[in-house]
């Protein structure tokens, strides 16, 4: 079965190649040194110390593993000639909830760089999915927790 396609913008490929090199080269060699030091207390059978230590190694290789199949399987767009006539990854977006009266902002990124608190939201999320390929003016039901939002598009940066 062939890997899914993870497209990110430049930013999100600086994140992921930061966070992978700094768990191959900082963060390995802070465990290996922990797993030394907790095997120097003796029996490991009872070495709460050595099997925190194991653990997070395992995490942390897994990790590794995860990040670089990410990679692997990445594609990097170019938002810097994307067109600002439809939202697509990369875009900055300006919706008014027409119910309420209130504006926001979103940056639509792949679901490995949404950070809905920086207002940086999955294309697969359900906003992002409702204004995806969408023109500026357009209005778009979005089904929430909370109930429907409708979102009018009132500019695409």
């Keep these: 079965m062939k890997d899914k ?32 030091q907790s095997i ?3 029996d490991l059978s009872e070495n709460s110390e050595y099997e925190g230590a194991k653990n997070e190694q395992a995490f942390i290789e897994g990790r590794i593993l995860t990040l ?11 938002d810097t000639n994307s067109s600002k006539d439809k939202v697509d990854i ?14 926001c902002k979103y940056t639509i990124v792949s679901p490995v ?3 809905p608190t920086a207002n940086k939201i999955s294309y697969e999320s359900p906003v992002g999915k409702a204004i995806f390929g969408q023109r500026k003016g ?20």
């Design 68 to 78: 670089e199949k990410m990679l692997r399987n990445s594609r990097v767009i170019d």
């Design 5 to 36: 396609e993870l497209i990110l913008t430049r930013q999100g490929l600086k994140k992921l190649e930061d966070e992978l090199s700094y768990l191959k080269t900082a963060k390995r060699r802070e465990v290996a040194a922990r797993i030394k």
């Design 90 to 103: 990369g875009s900055t977006v300006s919706l008014r909830d027409i119910a309420r009266g209130k504006e």
């Design 40 to 42: 120097e207390f003796g």
């Design 138 to 157: 357009i209005v778009v039901e979005v089904e929430a927790p909370a109930g429907k939002v409708t979102y009018e598009i009132l500019d695409i940066f």
């Design 113 to 115: 760089e949404a950070e």
